[in-house]
């Protein structure tokens, strides 16, 4: 099923759903910086999927896949300037100093396959007991 963000709302709507993933594909603050600096947070996870652990009014948070880290993301405050375009949100970061940057992340959800597969891995398992009886 494609992903069509067209607001804030969508956005949030497409959160909720199960399997949704985001995935920074530019980072023009990242793409700035050396290739050390920029090596730094791909090993850091930048780039790896992320996946919504929990969210409010006013920020969700993010688990980062193969990490054990959780990363935010506000929208309480700036989203006007938000660019939403098809599967795609564009994120400006405000700083005081330099060129205007933004970050932009890719909206997916799992293909109807990937869906099968994980509703059949995550389907409640007989506990041992079960299996053992008279032990």
């Avoid at 006007?80 to 205007?100: M, N, Q």
Wanted: net charge positive; with cysteine; charged share 30%.
């Amino acid at each position: 099923m494609p992903v069509v963000l067209r607001s804030l709302s969508d956005f949030k709507k497409f959160l909720r759903k199960p399997g949704a993933t985001l995935q920074i594909v530019q980072n023009t603050f990242v793409d700035r910086q050396g290739e050390e600096a920029r090596a730094a947070y791909r090993r850091k996870g930048l780039y790896e999927p992320r996946t919504l652990r929990a969210m409010s009014k006013k920020a969700a948070i993010f688990d980062v896949k193969g990490h054990d880290t959780t990363v935010w993301l506000y929208w309480d405050r700036g989203t006007r300037h938000w660019r939403f375009s098809g599967d795609t949100v564009t994120v400006p970061l405000h700083a005081a100093l330099g060129p205007p940057d933004a970050v932009v992340y890719r909206c997916s959800l799992p293909s109807l396959s990937e869906q099968g597969r994980q509703r059949r891995s995550t389907a409640k398992q007989p506990d041992d007991e079960a299996r053992l009886p008279g032990l």
